[in-house]
């Protein structure tokens, strides 16, 4: 693993700040991992000693890791097929309809989308979000309801405020999500001061 970066390669990362010596860090760094002997000037540099000593021993480190037997613990089978399965489940993305066919979206990622619509939005704050697709029309995309818990700020209107946030809703679930919301329900649920 070369560390100096190729400047025709999309995306290559910055040159390395050359040493206090003004030799190029990044070419001492490959020189020693490559095993090339010291020259010269990096064997009467300090800097371009210490930098020779820290590639050749994190390299030493690096092998000896990769040489290491790794024993993953008896239940990460479980966690990594359970995490699969919880991926997968049909109940946890939403159907979206598209010119190219049907799309998938994650529900709860869906719902963090439009808490942060109403988070974004003065007097509110969101604590939960629900998000259940009906059964679609023929031919008609299908429509969601919304479930929001939310707290308010202490002396604000709630009327004026619930009919922004059931607005921001539908709003970001047509345009955003590209979810048609039918009703959106919100409970106040606590207050807060201001801080």
Do not use: N
């Not at 309801?145 to 308010?152: D, E, H, Q």
Request: proline fraction near 9%; aromatic fraction near 2%.
């Amino acid at each position: 693993m070369a560390v100096t970066p190729d400047p025709a390669e999309p995306g290559a990362a910055a040159p390395v700040d050359p040493l206090a010596c003004g030799r190029d860090a990044a070419l001492v760094w490959d020189r020693a991992e490559a095993g090339a002997p010291p020259d010269e000037h990096e064997r009467d540099c300090p800097h371009c000693r210490a930098a020779f000593a820290d590639a050749r021993g994190l390299d030493s480190v690096v092998h000896r890791m990769a040489a290491e037997e790794v024993e993953p613990p008896a239940s990460v089978l479980d966690r990594v097929m359970t995490a699969v399965v919880t991926e997968f489940r049909p109940h946890d993305v939403l159907t979206l309809h598209s010119p190219h066919g049907p799309a998938r979206l994650s529900r709860p990622a869906a719902a963090a989308v439009l808490r942060h619509v109403v988070d974004r939005m003065g007097g509110l704050r969101a604590r939960s979000c629900r998000i259940e697709q009906l059964a679609d029309a023929a031919g008609q995309p299908p429509a969601a309801t919304v479930s929001m818990t939310v707290t308010a700020r202490f002396g604000v209107d709630l009327a004026s405020v619930t009919a922004r946030v059931r607005q921001m809703v539908i709003a970001a679930g047509e345009q955003a999500l590209g979810v048609p919301v039918r009703r959106v329900d919100i409970d106040v649920v606590d207050v807060f001061g201001e801080p």
